[in-house]
């Protein structure tokens, strides 16, 4: 049955690409600085990090995409929560690249050594870096000129602001680019959803003040434009499925209510194993500090469990609190159950 709301679903999903960004100017500028001088054999070693849901792979899969039809550089996009191993990354660039793969399978020399007969330059985008199984996967990938004969530059996209310290210690020296991506205001909001409104939706089927509430929940969830995207198009799903002809307000307001209980679950999926027994362990805990958290994840390594608490409030999927109590003022956390 054809839709009398929805248009163009395409526009909604996270792999669809604007043909114009908006309000992501000046990080567009940078970074496409960034590759203009590894396009003439400079190195090529960028971190983009912000809060999820601020462009920051859009950005660069935009940016990557003229890039490569421009300079002729191959340029290819991995999710470090899909693999995150040397050996997966680079069969995935392989398979990327169009290099066929024995079945028996080979390992990451045997495949370098492939790609190297069909490029000797190129770009990896790697999101979610964060979830690397390998510390020094990206001091590899910096040296690789050196080390391999193969020329490759990064582009790691990360939710975590001190994402370089849980990498190799000799990588932060190699950065070229650090990126930071902040949150959209209200009203940049507005006008990305705006424009996917007009995009996706048929005409008259949604209003300035329809706009105007799906962004603002998501300005409360640190400018998660993401959010904002999903919550439009659940609303007009609502307001499809009772046969209306535009949405309204009620409908947004019970998407919100299905988004919000779907958050926190949807989110564990995306976790590691590890860092899954971290927040249950936190959950089932009234306000523990870090040493609690580490006497209860034993045997694991106390700095581990300091690095996946460190990561899981990089993600916003716990908080942190200063408390006053008698011995003083310590830090507890808790699970971020708006988010």
């Known amino acids: 049955m054809e839709s009398s709301i929805l248009r163009n679903s395409e526009v909604f999903e996270d ?28 190195p090529l070693r960028a971190v983009v990090y912000g ?6 792979t ?22 470090s929560l899909l693999s995150n191993s040397k050996l997966s990354i680079l069969s995935g660039v392989a398979d ?10 080979i390992g990451s020399d045997e495949i370098i050594s492939r790609i190297k007969e069909k490029e000797k330059r190129l770009v990896i985008i790697i999101d979610e870096a964060d979830s690397l199984k390998e510390k020094d996967f990206l001091y590899y990938i910096a040296k690789s000129k050196e080390t391999i004969g193969l020329e490759m530059g990064f582009v790691a996209i990360t939710n975590v602001p001190g994402f370089l310290s849980l990498t190799d210690a000799r990588l932060p020296a190699l950065i070229t680019k650090r990126m930071e991506f ?11 959803i705006l424009e996917r409104a007009k995009k996706g939706l048929m005409p008259g089927t949604f209003n300035e003040e329809i706009i105007g509430k799906i962004a603002g929940f998501a300005a409360r969830h640190l400018g998660n434009v993401r959010l904002a995207i ?5 609303s007009a799903k609502k307001a499809d499925r009772d046969g209306k002809n535009a949405i309204s307000l009620e409908d947004v307001d019970r998407a919100k209510e299905d988004l919000v209980s779907s958050m926190l679950s949807k989110t564990i999926t995306k976790l590691s194993e590890d860092e899954k027994k971290v927040m249950e362990s936190i959950e089932s805990m009234s306000f523990p500090t870090s040493s609690d958290i580490e006497k209860r994840m034993e045997p694991m390594a106390s700095r581990t469990v300091r690095d996946h608490i ?10 942190s609190d200063d408390i006053m109590t008698k011995e003083g003022k310590k830090r507890v956390f808790r699970v971020n159950y708006k988010f």
């Open 51 to 56: 809060p999820p849901g601020t462009g920051k």
């Open 58 to 79: 859009t950005v660069a899969k935009y940016i990557m995409q003229s890039f490569s039809n421009y300079h002729g550089i191959k340029s290819i996009y991995v999710n």
């Open 230 to 234: 999903y919550l439009l198009l659940l």
């Open 310 to 319: 460190k990561t899981l409030i990089g993600k916003e999927y716990i908080l």
């Open 182 to 192: 902040k949150p959209y205001s209200p009203s940049e909001i507005r006008d990305i």
């Open 96 to 105: 990327s690249l169009g290099i066929m793969m024995p079945r028996r399978g």
């Open 15 to 42: 792999s669809y690409l604007p043909s114009d960004i908006l309000h992501r100017e000046k990080e567009i500028k940078d970074l496409s600085s960034e590759l203009e001088m590894f396009s003439r054999s400079y």
